[in-house]
C-alpha cells in the first residue's frame, strides 16, 4: 500500500502547478528561439532569433543548483548568474513542448533576455516531480555578453507582447 494516495498527488500537481501559473512565475521574459537557417551559398550570417513573451520564476542566483564555476590561475571564476522555473503545463498550452514532453528549445544557440540582460542556457532538467511525471522545468542561464539585443529591454517585451497579441486576433478571427 503506498504512503501517498493517488488523489494526494493529483492535489499536490495542483497546487504546484497553480502556484506557478497564477502566483510566483509570472515575471515576463523574452526567449529568444533561434532560426536554423541555412543560406544558400554557405555563406555567414548574424544569427536570426524569432522572440517570444513568456513567464518564469526567476531565481537569482538566491541558491546553487550544481557548479559550473571555472578555475583560473588567479581563482574561480562564477559562470552561474540565474535560473528560471517553468511550469510544464504553462509550456504545452502554448505548444512549447517537443514530442518527448520536454521544452523544445535549442540550449546552445537559443537566448533568454530578462531585465534587459541577456543570458544562455548552460544546463537544464526537470524538478518537482508529482508521482508519475515531473511538472516543472528549470534552466540554469549564464550571461551571454556577445549577443546583442535591442538596447530598450521595455520597448523590446512590449513590441513582441503586440506582435503574439496580433497573431492571436488573427488566428482566432480566420477560424
Known sequence: MPLVSDKAWSKYKKIIQDFLDQDAGRQKIVWAKHINQ??????DS???YSFNVIEALCYYNAFRNWPINKSSVSGEQDEENLSIMIS??????????NSNGYFDFN???DRFIIN????????DTNVSQAKDE???FLIILKRDRD??????????????????????????STS
Do not use: C, H
Open 116 to 123: 534587459g540582460i541577456s543570458y544562455r542556457p548552460t544546463g
Open 46 to 48: 548574424l544569427p536570426q
Open 147 to 172: 549577443s546583442v539585443f535591442k538596447e530598450d529591454w521595455q520597448s523590446l517585451l512590449n513590441e513582441v507582447e503586440n506582435e503574439q497579441a496580433d497573431e492571436i486576433v488573427n488566428d482566432t
Open 134 to 136: 515531473a511538472i516543472v
Open 88 to 97: 510544464r503545463q504553462y509550456l504545452k498550452d502554448r505548444g512549447y513542448l
Open 38 to 43: 541555412t543560406l544558400s551559398y554557405g555563406e
Open 107 to 109: 540550449w546552445a544557440e
